[in-house]
C-alpha cells in the first residue's frame, strides 16, 4: 500500500462517520475547507519537511528551509484559491542544533516570506528530537464561502493551465545531487579566468538550485483564480505534473490530453539539459517541486484569465477529456502519461518486479 | 537560552509586526485565538511527539500512541475553555515502519478519542522519515467570541484549582524507565502464587502506565469553565505544576500560595512510592504530562463551580496572590516553588555549574 492508497483509506474511515461537523472538504484536497458560517471558509493545510527527506542539511541554508518550510503550505492555500492569513510551524531538532544559529536564521527566512505577504506566525511548538531536523508548516487562510477551489470541478472541454515554468526545482535537485551548492547572498563570482559559457553556465545553476531551495508559491494567482471564480479544479505542482494531474483527474472523474510541445520549460533546463544529454520534459513531468499552479478552466471564462499576475505568465497545455486517461502529445505520437512523480512509500507492487 | 525564553524572542518578534490578523492570542499559550467575526473565535493548538524524546517505542503500543496525539491536543483546546471540532495530524516514519501495523493501529487508537469527543480528521500529511517516528497533532476548536479562557487573566484573591488528580503520569514514565510495560488488553492475570500484595501493586503499575500513555484531556472540564465563564485563566499540566502555574502567573503578572496538603496526589503513587522512599509530592509538582487542567476563579464564582464534570472532581490547591513569587505551604513551613518541570532544551546556566 503506498501513501496515496493509505490517505485513501483514511478518507473512507472519516467519510464513514457521522460528525464531520461543517467539514466541506477535508482529506484528499490540497487543503481542507471547513465553514465558518460568516459568509466565509477557512482553509487549514500542513506539510511535513523531514532532514534527510524533504531536504538535505549541509546543501540547504537555514534561512532558505524557513522560507521553503512556509513557501510549500502558501502553495497549498494558493491553489485551494484562498487566502493566507496566519501561520503555525512546529519545529524539532537536535540539542546539538539547538545551540547553532539554525534556529535564528530559520525563522529569518520564514519571517522574510510571511511579511512579504502578510501571514502572522499565530503559535506552534517546538521540541528535541534525537537525530533530524522536523518542520511541520501549517497554514490557515479563508475563501469567500464557497469559493474554494477544489481538485473535483473539472469537466470535459475546461482548458488545463499552469503557471510559470516547469522542471526547474527538479533540476535544482538533480544538481545538489550532484554537489553543487547555492552561493551565499553577496559572493562575488570568480571572475576573467571564467570563460562566458561556464559564467553562463554558474548562472544557471545558481537560478536552479533556488528554484529548488527558494520556491516562489503562486499566492497572487491563487487568490485571482478563486475569488474571480476563473478555475474549475486545482492542484499545486508538489510531486510532478504527471502525478498531481492524475490526483486531479481521479478527484475530478475525468481524464486528460496534454501536448508536450506546450509545457513550458525553465530556460536554464533546457540550457543545461542540452549539454548533458537529460531529458528536460522528463523533468517537467515527474520531476516535482515546482509549487507552480496546475488549474482547468470552462472554455467560458477563458477570456477573463489575465496575461499575468505578480510578473508570472500562464501557459495551456492540454483539455480535460471525458475519457479517463491522461493522454500526452508529443511530435506525431500519443502516449498514457502514468504517474512518476514523488512518492514516500512507493507500493510494493511498484518497486518489485 | 531554553525553549521558553526563545518562545518569548519568537513572540517579541511577532508582536512587532503591524498584521496581526484578528488574531486574538498567538504565541505564549495553550492554543492560539483567531477571532471568525461571527460570534465565535476560532482556537489552535499544534503538538509535536517525537519517538525517543516524547515517547520510547518499545514502551508506547501504537493504539495507545494515537490516542495520546489526539488526547494532549485536546487538553490544550481545553484549557482554553473551548470545544474541539477538527483534528488534523501530520505522521512520519521509515519505510520500515510502514510497512508494519504501526499506522493501522495508530489511527485506530485516534479514532477511538476522536469519536468520543465528535472530533472530525479533517486532513493532515504523511511523510517518511530517516530515523523516528514523528507526530504532530493540530486541533482546532471554538468558543463563544471572547469566552477563551487565556493564562494572563488570574487576579489576586482568584482561588486556585486543578482537575483530578496528580504525578500518576510521572510515575508511570519512571515505571516504564524501569522496565514496567502495560499490559495488552485482555491479557489474563497471572494467578494464585501472586500475594495479595503483589498483585495489588501490580495494579497499581498497570493504572500508573496509563496514567502516562493514556491521558484523558478534561475535554468536559474545559468547555464548562469556558462557557459559564467560571475560570479566570487556565493552563493544562503539561509540563509539571511547577512549571506550568509559573507560566500561568507570569502572564497574568501575579504570585500564588500553594497549600501542598492539599494537592491531590494519584492514590497508586502514594501507595507505590510509600514502599519505594520515593517523594509523591514531587512527582506531583514537577512532573508533568498529567493533562489536568490548573485554573483560577474569582472568588464570586466559586460557589458556581459543579463539584463532578465527568465524574473528575476538583481540588482548591491555593490562592493567587499579588506578589510575584510562587510560595508553597508544607507543614509548618513556606519554601518558594520554582519551576522543576520538563524543558526541551534547558538553558545552558541551569545545567552547567
Redesign the interface.
Known amino acids: 500500500m503506498n501513501?496515496f492508497d493509505?490517505?485513501e483509506h483514511?478518507r473512507g474511515?472519516?467519510n464513514s462517520?457521522k460528525?464531520?461537523?461543517?467539514?466541506l472538504a477535508?482529506?484528499g484536497d490540497d487543503?481542507?475547507i471547513?465553514s465558518?458560517?460568516?459568509g466565509r471558509d477557512?482553509i487549514?493545510?500542513?506539510?511535513?519537511?523531514?532532514?534527510?527527506?524533504?531536504f538535505h542539511r549541509g546543501a540547504t541554508p537555514a534561512r532558505l528551509l524557513g522560507h521553503k518550510a512556509l513557501a510549500v503550505s502558501l502553495s497549498d492555500i494558493a491553489a485551494m484559491g484562498a487566502r493566507p492569513?496566519?501561520s503555525?510551524l512546529?519545529?524539532?531538532m537536535s540539542?546539538e542544533e539547538?545551540n547553532t544559529n539554525f534556529?535564528d536564521e530559520f525563522?529569518e527566512g520564514f519571517?522574510a516570506l510571511a511579511?512579504h505577504y502578510?501571514?502572522?506566525?499565530?503559535?506552534?511548538?517546538?521540541?528535541?528530537?534525537?537525530?533530524?531536523i522536523?518542520i511541520?508548516s501549517?497554514v490557515?487562510g479563508e475563501a469567500a464561502s464557497g469559493r474554494a477551489v477544489k481538485r473535483s470541478g473539472a469537466r470535459p472541454g475546461d482548458q488545463i493551465y499552469v503557471t510559470g515554468n516547469l522542471g526547474g526545482a527538479a533540476a535544482g535537485l538533480k544538481l545538489i545531487e550532484l554537489g553543487a551548492r547555492v552561493s551565499e547572498p553577496g559572493a562575488i563570482a570568480t571572475g576573467s579566468t571564467d570563460t562566458a559559457e561556464s559564467r553562463s553556465d554558474d548562472d544557471a545553476i545558481q537560478t536552479l538550485l533556488l528554484r529548488q531551495l527558494l520556491p516562489q508559491p503562486r499566492v497572487g494567482w491563487g487568490i485571482v483564480l478563486g475569488e474571480q471564480q476563473l478555475a474549475s479544479a486545482m492542484i499545486d505542482l508538489s510531486d510532478g505534473l504527471s502525478s498531481d494531474l492524475n490526483h486531479l483527474c481521479k478527484e475530478s472523474n475525468v481524464g486528460a490530453t496534454i501536448d508536450a510541445a506546450a509545457i513550458p520549460l525553465d530556460e536554464e533546463v533546457r540550457q543545461l539539459c542540452g549539454r548533458r544529454a537529460l531529458d528536460p520534459l522528463a523533468l517537467a513531468l515527474h520531476g516535482g517541486e515546482d509549487f507552480e499552479l496546475l488549474f482547468t478552466v470552462n472554455p467560458e471564462n477563458v477570456s477573463r484569465l489575465p496575461k499575468r499576475v505578480d510578473g508570472v505568465a500562464i501557459s495551456r497545455i492540454g483539455e480535460v477529456a471525458d475519457h479517463k486517461s491522461i493522454e500526452i502529445k508529443e511530435h506525431n505520437r500519443t502516449w498514457d502519461l502514468r504517474p512518476g512523480g514523488f512518492e514516500?512509500?512507493p507500493s510494493r507492487a511498484s518497486i518489485s518486479p
Open positions: 501513501e493509505f490517505i483514511l474511515q472519516t462517520r460528525h464531520s461537523t461543517r467539514v477535508g482529506i487543503a481542507s471547513i465558518e458560517s460568516s477557512l487549514v493545510t500542513t506539510d511535513l519537511l523531514i532532514e534527510g527527506v524533504d492569513f496566519w503555525f512546529a519545529v524539532g540539542r539547538w534556529k525563522y519571517f511579511d502578510g501571514v502572522t506566525l499565530a503559535g506552534g511548538d517546538i521540541s528535541e528530537t534525537k537525530h533530524d522536523v511541520d501549517i490557515l514516500h512509500f
